[in-house]
């Protein structure tokens, strides 16, 4: 999740190595609701339209909390909510807002700094150090859907939580870890 135009969908298809699978645009408002993307039988990924253009932040968010809430209690496990911001802009209040509420729900999350192809090197830097001091996280990782920086990272981010729901459901059916 992002805001519009950040380059949600051009993610999903730098990670899957897939350049028409999700649509993408330059014109921001694309993504008008929720893409469902089955990589394999154990990944999903799942492409939600963007904030901050030509609606109400208020509804937005109502919408994107209605969406995963409704995901959720079908009971679907969610590994990771990925939270893309532009490397170039300042995180705006959505996507603080957006990154309590997921807080707040205790679902694991990871901030990607994308398009960070288009930064120089002291401008990275600097964009890196803001985004950590203003989303109050060590590790977001510099992305770019358009050189492949940051794919590893990611993979590795989700691989791991998804590693991490799988040995609490087998907790849940085993009752408890084996000590
Ligand atoms: P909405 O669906 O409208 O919310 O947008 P989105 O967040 O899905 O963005 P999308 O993937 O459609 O990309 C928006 C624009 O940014 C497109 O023109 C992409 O080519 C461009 N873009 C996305 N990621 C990158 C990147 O890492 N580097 C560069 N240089 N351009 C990118
Ligand atoms: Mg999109």
């Not at 996507?95 to 509420?101: I, P, Q, S, V």
């Not at 994308?114 to 600097?126: P, T």
């Amino acid at each position: 999740m992002g805001r519009s135009n950040v380059g949600k969908s051009s993610l999903i298809n730098a990670m899957v190595g897939r350049k028409g699978m999700a649509r993408t645009s330059g014109t921001p408002g694309l993504t008008q609701q929720a893409h469902f993307y089955s990589i394999n039988e154990s990944v999903l990924f799942v492409d939600l339209p963007g904030y901050g253009y030509a609606r109400a932040p208020a509804d937005v968010r109502d919408e994107l909390a209605g969406i995963i809430e409704s995901y959720l209690s079908a009971g679907r496990p969610l590994a990771l909510a990925v939270l893309i911001l532009d490397s170039r802009r300042e995180p705006a209040e959505m996507d603080l807002g957006m990154n309590a509420w997921l807080g707040e729900r205790g679902l694991p999350i990871q901030i990607v700094g994308n398009k960070i192809d288009k930064l120089s090197r002291g401008e990275r830097h600097e964009s890196l150090s803001r985004l950590r001091r203003i989303m109050r996280r060590e590790d977001i990782i510099p992305f770019s859907s358009a050189n492949g920086e940051g794919k590893r990272e990611l993979w590795q981010a989700i691989d791991h939580q998804i590693a991490l729901l799988r040995s609490r459901a087998l907790d849940a059916r085993t009752g408890g870890p084996v000590k």
